[in-house]
């Protein structure tokens, strides 16, 4: 089945330094994945969709120029977060998908990332 | 994008009840998936559903979709603790936007 690595799993960082994190496709090729923030109790919020070879499609009130996504490769998607506030504090999960109606999206195991 | 309301945003319930989630959208949907977090995980895929009216069992767990596509639904039967969780339905065309979840809570 498909799997999504994440890391890492988490990381606590100083406010103004920045955080990169990590969105590998092990099993299969993902010309497309997704980021996604959620902060407790509340649902999963999609950021942005990482295109191979191409810019991110970002969702409206996502600042690009802070959360800079790549993806270089078919098999890997990062988000930098730069210039860590403690609001950025949350837990980002990236996704992507095999492709037809039995698979739906596979699901990274999240990094939760807290800014002091 | 599509936008669905899911109701109820939480659900206690006895071991053995049965629990229900309902997803509901102002607009026609292409298909409806589901997912399920465990606290403190992240979203499992269940199921996609893509037809009027279609209805698909996986064990103690049925899941409809409306016959206008616009309404789905997540049924499960004599719920047990390892149900715990929140359950989200997803409308995917092209990304894939959350409802705000249902919070699942088992009384062994």
């Known amino acids: 089945g498909a799997v999504v690595s994440q890391h890492p799993s988490w990381v606590i960082c100083k406010s103004g330094t920045s955080v990169k994190i990590e969105c590998r496709s092990l099993?299969?090729?993902?010309?497309?994945m997704f980021w996604y923030r959620q902060f407790p109790k509340q649902s999963l919020m999609l950021m942005a969709t990482?295109?191979?070879?191409?810019?991110?499609?970002?969702e409206q009130g996502v600042e690009k120029d802070k959360f800079l996504i790549n993806h270089a490769s078919l098999t890997l998607s990062t988000l930098t977060v730069t210039s860590a506030h403690p609001e950025d504090s949350s837990f980002y999960i990236c996704s992507a998908s095999m492709g037809g109606p039995n698979y739906g999206y596979t699901f990274g195991s999240g990094t939760r990332l807290t800014v002091v | 994008g599509q936008q669905v309301m899911q109701i109820p945003q939480y659900q206690h319930v006895q071991e053995g009840e049965d629990f229900t989630t309902y997803c509901n959208s102002s607009?026609?949907?292409?298909?409806i998936q589901w997912y399920k977090q465990r606290p403190g995980g992240h979203p499992v895929f269940l199921i996609q559903l893509v037809k009027s009216g279609e209805v698909k069992k996986q064990k103690r767990l049925t899941f409809q979709f409306g016959e206008a596509k616009k309404n789905s639904s997540l049924h499960i039967t004599a719920t047990q603790t390892t149900d715990v969780g929140t359950y989200f339905c997803?409308?995917?065309?092209?990304?894939?936007?959350f409802g705000q979840g249902t919070e699942l809570s088992v009384k062994p």
């Open positions: 997803a409308p995917q065309g092209g990304k894939l936007i």
């Open positions: 099993d299969f090729q993902a010309t497309t």
């Open positions: 990482s295109n191979e070879g191409s810019k991110a499609t970002y």
């Open positions: 607009t026609t949907l292409s298909n």
